[in-house]
């Protein structure tokens, strides 16, 4: 007994010394962004910079950059979740009930992204971008389908876990037996049981999206990164406030998150 | 048959905006201007300015993987002593989720802030006699780039081995301790053994994720390309001599082939992980 208390004793030395040093190292940078966002020109701090980057007309009128940058970001956001959920879910499910001799190649295809940087990625678009842009119009809303093949691995493993846990086929079965068409089942059965899968693969696109600059950038379109980059050049102090405001809405997102994975685990299927 | 009709979308998807984009690449890297095979591009890799970023971007991913993967575990292990669902092991865990993927511009623009001429760690330090602004160091891929990506790979490490460290069960050091072993036994002959695949294999993904790495260098260095991937967002961007935008599709095929040796060896060492710490 006494042995335990001298460990945990030494355990908690030791993580206050990590965590402190390693906090300091973290918090350095952050605390640099606050810091030059609230100088004043004489000196001394001001609040100035960030009342304009919450001053909606002041953003309208002064920086459509940024203006048009949120919007794009956040239609991204919409359309790359959209069109992740409604190609993976069904597909995912389809392949356990009907195919389950394609789940290796499904899921080779859903890993492969981790394998071809988002650089590489950027190359080999950019024909295809040339059909995008011909068929669908220079908008930098089409970087959703990009942004889709990104998410990806993400979604399919945070996708891949839920339906694990749930028996897909004999929920569908039984909801088969009682009369219940494919979109019946896909909807009302196999979705609110995967709802946390759901959401957590939907958390992280959020974040990866928000947090994009290589694949906008390289092809000149909007979203909220390329516009803060640009910004920077104009007005290197609202650029980083942007910067921060963006980081702290992403950390928000993932400690939300980071509960509605605490209430998954609280019942698990089997603990011993 | 109708049963493949339900995966037709996806595959035809993820043909349009991954597998053609990755032919053209391949393809591509072989071919020359006037669409003949060639094994020009590929030689050009041999360029010294190519060569030499990736040189640069292979250092700086292994020695950024390194340190890392070094004090990462070091976090990982220390956050798993605190309580499970406990407050500190929730917020770190949350925050390093947005440090490891937030890097780019913001990361960026939080270095020059600190360290940068005008940053506030700069202007202290200028003070007491340190004089940082003197240089670019903060711009070189040996220097300040190691430091600055350090940053998304210690926040990285936590979230890939904070698993590997929470499957450690105390059964196991308290077996050590009935057969009279001391902390460097347990740690030596049962903790280190068991972890040491998962603590290379999450190097090797630390590896990649900075070797892949194009936004925070791109946001951080104005002038020049020192590493592999600035260099082939420059053949993008730029107006290239023709017949030389191949060039870029061979740097990105061998950016690829770095890639996929190192996931190569990460997917044997998972296999062995999953052996022990099966969760």
């Not at chain 2, 095929?253 to 890639?259: E, K, N, P, R």
């Amino acid at each position: 007994m006494k042995l335990h208390a001298a460990r945990r004793r030494k355990q908690t030395i030791f993580r206050r010394v990590v965590v402190g040093l390693l906090g300091l190292f973290f918090a350095l940078p952050l605390l640099g962004m606050v810091e030059f966002t609230t100088r004043a020109p004489g000196g001394g701090r001001t609040l100035a910079t960030w009342a304009t980057l919450f001053d909606v007309n002041v953003i309208d009128a002064d920086y459509p950059e940024l203006k048009t940058g949120v919007l794009a970001s956040a239609g991204l956001v919409v359309l790359t979740v959209t069109i992740m959920l409604v190609m993976l879910v069904p597909t995912m499910t389809w392949v356990r009930l009907r195919l389950p001799g394609l789940r290796r190649t499904v899921e080779f295809v859903c890993l492969l992204p981790l394998t071809i940087p988002a650089i590489v990625l950027v190359v080999g678009l950019a024909p295809v971008y040339a059909w995008v842009a011909y068929f669908l119009g220079e908008s930098s809303l089409w970087l959703a389908f990009a942004y889709v093949v990104l998410v990806l691995p993400y979604a399919y493993r945070a996708l891949d876990a839920g339906l694990s846990a749930i028996d897909v086929k004999t929920l569908a079965e039984a909801a088969r037996s009682l009369g219940a068409g494919w979109p019946t089942v896909m909807w009302q059965i196999i979705l609110p049981n995967v709802r946390t899968a759901v959401l957590s693969a939907s958390f992280l696109s959020v974040a990866l999206v928000l947090g994009e600059f290589t694949i906008a950038n390289l092809f000149s379109r909007d979203n909220l990164q390329v516009a803060i980059n640009q910004l920077n050049k104009r007005d290197a102090s609202l650029a980083t406030a942007a910067a921060l405001a963006a980081l702290v809405l992403a950390f928000i997102v993932l400690f939300a998150m980071s509960f509605v994975g605490a209430g998954r685990r609280s019942h698990p299927p089997e603990e011993n | 048959m109708g049963a493949l009709l339900g995966v037709l979308p996806f595959l035809a998807y993820t043909t349009i905006f991954l597998l053609v984009p990755t032919l053209i690449v391949v393809i591509g890297a072989c071919l020359d201007g006037n669409n003949r095979l060639t094994l020009g591009n590929l030689s050009a890799l041999a360029q010294p300015q190519i060569a030499s970023a990736f040189m640069h971007s292979v250092v700086l991913s292994a020695v950024t993987a390194l340190l890392g993967a070094v004090f990462g575990a070091l976090l990982a292990y220390a956050v798993s002593t605190a309580r499970e669902g406990g407050p500190l092991r929730r917020m770190i865990t949350s925050l390093c989720g947005v440090l490891a993927q937030f890097g780019g511009v913001t990361l960026a623009f939080a270095f020059i802030a600190t360290v940068g001429f005008q940053g506030f760690l700069t202007l202290w330090l200028q003070k007491i006699g340190i004089d940082l602004a003197g240089s670019t160091w903060l711009f070189e891929p040996d220097k300040g780039l190691i430091l600055v990506y350090t940053y998304f790979q210690i926040p990285l490490m936590l979230i890939v081995f904070l698993p590997a460290v929470e499957g450690l069960r105390p059964q196991w050091r308290e077996a050590a301790e009935s057969l009279g072993g001391s902390t460097w036994h347990y740690w030596r002959h049962v903790a280190g053994p068991i972890l040491a695949p998962s603590f290379i294999g999450a190097m090797l993904l630390l590896f990649t994720n900075a070797f892949s790495a194009y936004a925070t260098a791109a946001a951080l260095i104005s002038q020049g390309s020192p590493i592999i991937p600035l260099q082939i967002g420059g053949t993008l961007s730029s107006e290239v001599i023709l017949g030389q935008e191949n060039i870029g599709k061979a740097m990105a095929l061998g950016m690829v082939a770095i890639v996929a040796v190192v996931m190569t060896l990460y997917a044997v060492l998972e296999r062995r992980t999953t052996r022990w710490l099966g969760r």
